[in-house]
């Protein structure tokens, strides 16, 4: 089963408009982490924004916001006020912990399969 | 300061050959990852080091693969007889602290491998 689910292939906002990006994920851990990465044309990953299993507040980082809902196992990016420069392919990530240490996790991250994202004038 | 870089960017290899990828991480980070991303795909984990220490190597597919990071900061990620399956963009990303908390990966701008 994928551990990171987003099905959102493609998607377009109009400059200035809010969006939001979509995922699921899959695990049976309780400590856990989930990131959001950009990567633009260039190809390089841009770290956007993380969020702990443990978190009680939805993180923020400027325009955007992870809407996080853990019981549906969900944590959906959302961009305020689209810019150009957000056109990208949108990353949703997920590192997983060992349930008898709280806050520590392993290495790998489990990425799913991007959203590309357009943003027109 | 500097993020991560690897070397080359870019890479067309005949298939048999063996190539080599550096990825050099940000200063002082413990953790260092490598990654293969096939077009239109998300990453997939290789291998992760911790220092020196290969502590995962489980993403590796086959025994062509094989990463090193002997002194703790450059990392070399070498293919072996190249297939043209292994076409792909390689990322390497590095990580402040261990395995030991949540902390995040930042990533090179990668490796783009043409096996012809």
């Known amino acids: 089963a994928q551990k990171i689910t987003q099905t959102q292939p493609g998607m377009f906002v109009q400059e200035k408009e809010a969006v939001t990006l979509d995922c699921t994920y899959d695990t049976s851990d309780q400590s856990y982490g989930l990131f959001w990465y950009k990567q633009p044309s260039s190809g390089e990953m841009i770290f956007l924004i993380y969020q702990g299993s443990y978190d009680e507040q939805n993180a923020t980082e400027g325009r955007y916001s992870l809407n996080f809902q853990k019981a549906r196992k969900s944590a959906n990016l959302v961009i305020s006020a689209s810019q150009l420069g957000d056109s990208a392919m949108y990353f949703c990530?997920?590192?997983?912990?060992?349930?008898?240490?709280?806050?520590?996790?392993?290495?790998?991250?489990?990425f799913g399969r991007g959203t590309q994202l357009t943003v027109w004038p | 300061g500097a993020g991560v870089s690897q070397s080359p960017r870019y890479k067309v290899a005949k298939r048999g050959q063996d190539v080599a990828l550096r990825c050099d991480p940000i200063s002082g980070h413990v953790s260092l990852f490598w990654y293969q991303q096939a077009l239109g795909q998300g990453p997939e984990f290789l291998t992760y080091f911790q220092n020196e220490a290969q502590l995962d190597k489980s993403g590796l597919p086959s025994d062509r693969f094989f990463a090193e990071r002997p002194e703790g900061s450059v990392s070399t990620l070498k293919i072996q007889r190249t297939q043209q399956e292994d076409s792909a963009v390689y990322l390497c990303a590095s990580s402040l602290l261990g395995v030991a908390r949540v902390d995040t990966q930042y990533f090179g701008p990668g490796t783009r491998l043409t096996v012809l």
């Open positions: 990530a997920m590192r997983e912990g060992r349930i008898a240490d709280r806050g520590s996790t392993l290495g790998r991250l489990y």
